[in-house]
Each structure stands twice: as C-alpha cells, then as structure tokens.
C-alpha cells in the first residue's frame, strides 16, 4: 500500500517559518520526482516545488528565495522549508509522487494546512 503522509503544517506569523515533512512508502522512493503543491480556499491547486531523483529543484516564482524543497532518499522523506511566509501562502499542501515512467500511477499525500496570520 502506498501511503504519503505530511506533517508539520499549522498556524503561524506573518514572516515566520515552517517545515513540512512527507513520509513516503510503498513506493521505491528514490526513482520517483517528488513535489509540493498547494491550493487556497477557492483557488486551483498548484504547484509550488519540485525536485526530481537527482536532486534538481524548481519552484513557483511566487516563493523563489523564501521556500526549499529537499528531499532524503534514506529517510523516503521530502521536505519544504518555508521561511519568510505571507499570509497569501495560506493554504493546505499537498505532497505528490510523480510518475517515474508514463505508464507509472502518480500518489497523493492528504495534505496539511498552513495558515499564516497577518
């Protein structure tokens, strides 16, 4: 069974920080390009940091030089620093796995909420 479990999200200030966790298994996780993504209340998901098998990132430009993604092939864990959050990344994330081949299903965590307080 595959399963993508965020944690770490919540309620936090205006210019504060917050690290999102995803743990992963059920998949060989190390092959997988792994992202963040996030959707606002009556807004479309979308994404917001990628990484793939060998390390490469690539974000949102809304949020280039204040979030990173990691990820910890060991650990079957990917991360995302937010730092100097805004109360318009309020939303809830989501981690995804994407599909390593076409013919591969892609998985979805069950996202966690970050609220930031202006």
């Known amino acids: 069974q595959v399963r993508l479990v965020e944690s770490g999200g919540g309620l936090v200030q205006r210019e504060g920080s917050v690290r999102l966790s995803c743990a992963v298994s059920?998949?060989?996780?190390?092959?997988?390009?792994m992202a963040w993504y996030r959707q606002a209340a009556g807004k479309q998901r979308e994404l917001v940091a990628s990484?793939?098998?060998?390390?490469?990132?690539d974000y949102l430009d809304s949020v280039k030089g204040r979030f990173t993604i990691a990820r910890d092939n060991g650990q079957n864990t990917i991360y995302l620093q937010m730092n100097s959050l805004k109360p318009e990344d309020t939303a809830v994330y989501y981690c995804?796995?994407?599909?390593?081949?076409?013919?591969?299903?892609?998985?979805w965590g069950q996202g966690t909420q970050v609220t930031v307080s202006s």
């Open positions: 990484i793939t098998p060998g390390g490469t990132t």
């Open positions: 995804k796995a994407d599909r390593p081949t076409r013919s591969a299903p892609e998985y």
């Open positions: 059920g998949i060989i996780f190390k092959i997988y390009p």
